[in-house]
């Protein structure tokens, strides 16, 4: 299995624990504790499951709610005739 270049072994097909130990290793960049985080990031954060699963189901909302209003947009115009 392939590893990542950093120096504990983490599969590479694990993406974002690839890059929470580069940011670890490399800058120092260690996850707060669940206590600290507040407001949005409780929800919205790259550190936690919960928090990745948040940020895709948003943007996922956001791409349907624009493509449901261009639709309806769309259907509001009328011919050119």
């Known amino acids: 299995m392939p590893t990542s270049p950093v120096k504990t072994r983490i599969p590479l097909t694990s993406f974002g624990h690839l890059i929470t130990e580069v940011k670890r290793q490399i800058f120092g960049v260690e996850a707060p504790p669940p206590a600290q ?35 309806v947009h769309q259907q509001n115009k009328p011919s050119p005739s």
């Open 37 to 71: 985080l507040t407001g949005l990031r409780k929800h919205f954060n790259s550190y936690t499951l919960q928090g990745r699963r948040n940020c895709v189901l948003a943007t996922y909302g956001i791409l349907l709610a624009a493509a449901a209003a261009y639709y």
